[in-house]
């Protein structure tokens, strides 16, 4: 199937020849963490496997280098004169590395030893002037088949009970469909890293093609707008139940999700304001 999902807001990504959702590459990195390991670090012998399995345990020690885009990840093993020279050389933010002097795998490593080492990132850093860690845009595509519509990709604070603590969570959101994906199981993710971007991204580019290749509203298609129907029955039941006249809620899917929605999220932060916590 032949479709180009276009970036309407970040960083265009290169996908695969064959699979639009996959994102195997990008033209512009963050460097959001640098470090080093040596022997005698807590879980290095664990961290050096995926160097041992490939070839490429070469050296006693590494400097490291992690790179994230909105859509994709990979680390950077080098030595550690190299990256603490860089880190020298980046005091004022500016300096470059020389990736053929090591060697990049695509996405951060998980598991033994990194799982202690990688802390938590955001893409929204409030340190880079974000609203708050954790809350903002990431990306967004245009809709192939609804003009003027997008597929967001946003992360923000949500629950997921109303009697439950805030997380951190990141996911999509369709304003063709304004399907809301908390009660579409697996499209809501705990925003932990790059990972989890990565995946929400994913699932929004999967929710595109869905509607290219079945159109809007087919019962195959992910992106099938309900057209107010929920909204009715909730309505009626409420002006039966108090004996009034008015509706209790917006009775259009666009003017709920406005109010009330991920559509409401949305605009907060484009206007650069923190949203209160979702389903709280």
């Given at each position: 199937?032949?479709?180009?999902?276009?970036?309407?807001?970040?960083?265009?990504?290169?996908?695969?020849?064959?699979?639009?959702?996959?994102?195997?590459?990008?033209?512009?990195?963050?460097?959001?963490?640098?470090?080093?390991?040596?022997?005698?670090?807590?879980?290095?012998?664990?961290?050096?496997?995926?160097?041992?399995?490939?070839?490429?345990?070469?050296?006693?020690?590494?400097?490291?280098?992690?790179?994230?885009?909105?859509?994709?990840?990979?680390?950077?093993?080098?030595?550690?004169?190299?990256?603490?020279?860089?880190?020298?050389?980046?005091?004022?933010?500016?300096?470059?590395?020389?990736?053929?002097?090591?060697?990049?795998?695509?996405?951060?490593?998980?598991?033994?030893?990194?799982?202690?080492?990688?802390?938590?990132?955001?893409?929204?850093?409030?340190?880079?002037?974000?609203?708050?860690?954790?809350?903002?845009?990431?990306?967004?595509?245009?809709?192939?088949?609804?003009?003027?519509?997008?597929?967001?990709?946003?992360e923000f604070e949500g629950k997921w009970l109303p009697d439950s603590e805030p997380q951190q969570m990141v996911t999509y959101h369709c304003t063709a469909c304004h399907l809301d994906t908390f009660h579409d199981s697996g499209h809501v993710h705990e925003n932990t890293g790059p990972d989890s971007r990565r995946w929400a991204a994913r699932q929004a580019r999967q929710h595109i093609i869905s509607a290219h290749?079945?159109?809007?509203?087919?019962?195959?298609?992910?992106?099938?707008?309900?057209?107010?129907?929920?909204?009715?029955?909730?309505?009626?039941?409420?002006?039966?139940?108090?004996?009034?006249?008015?509706?209790?809620?917006?009775?259009?899917?666009?003017?709920?999700?406005?109010?009330?929605?991920?559509?409401?999220?949305?605009?907060?932060?484009?206007?650069?304001?923190?949203?209160?916590?979702?389903?709280?």
């Amino acid at each position: 199937m032949s479709i180009t999902i276009t970036t309407t807001y970040g960083n265009a990504h290169n996908v695969s020849d064959t699979n639009p959702a996959h994102v195997t590459s990008c033209d512009r990195y963050r460097l959001p963490l640098v470090g080093t390991i040596a022997p005698g670090n807590p879980g290095y012998e664990d961290m050096v496997e995926m160097l041992r399995e490939n070839g490429h345990d070469t050296r006693d020690g590494y400097g490291l280098i992690f790179l994230e885009s909105e859509e994709f990840s990979a680390i950077y093993f080098g030595s550690i004169e190299q990256i603490e020279q860089y880190k020298r050389d980046n005091v004022d933010g500016t300096a470059t590395f020389d990736p053929s002097q090591g060697v990049m795998y695509a996405q951060w490593p998980h598991g033994k030893g990194w799982d202690d080492f990688i802390p938590r990132t955001f893409w929204n850093q409030a340190q880079r002037g974000a609203i708050a860690d954790g809350v903002g845009l990431v990306t967004a595509f245009a809709h192939t088949e609804v003009r003027g519509a997008e597929v967001v990709v946003y992360e923000f604070e949500g629950k997921w009970l109303p009697d439950s603590e805030p997380q951190q969570m990141v996911t999509y959101h369709c304003t063709a469909c304004h399907l809301d994906t908390f009660h579409d199981s697996g499209h809501v993710h705990e925003n932990t890293g790059p990972d989890s971007r990565r995946w929400a991204a994913r699932q929004a580019r999967q929710h595109i093609i869905s509607a290219h290749r079945h159109g809007v509203g087919d019962k195959s298609s992910a992106c099938r707008p309900n057209n107010g129907e929920m909204l009715r029955v909730v309505n009626a039941v409420a002006r039966d139940m108090w004996g009034t006249q008015g509706n209790a809620l917006p009775d259009t899917d666009d003017a709920y999700c406005a109010t009330k929605g991920p559509c409401s999220i949305i605009r907060e932060l484009r206007a650069g304001i923190r949203p209160p916590v979702y389903r709280a």
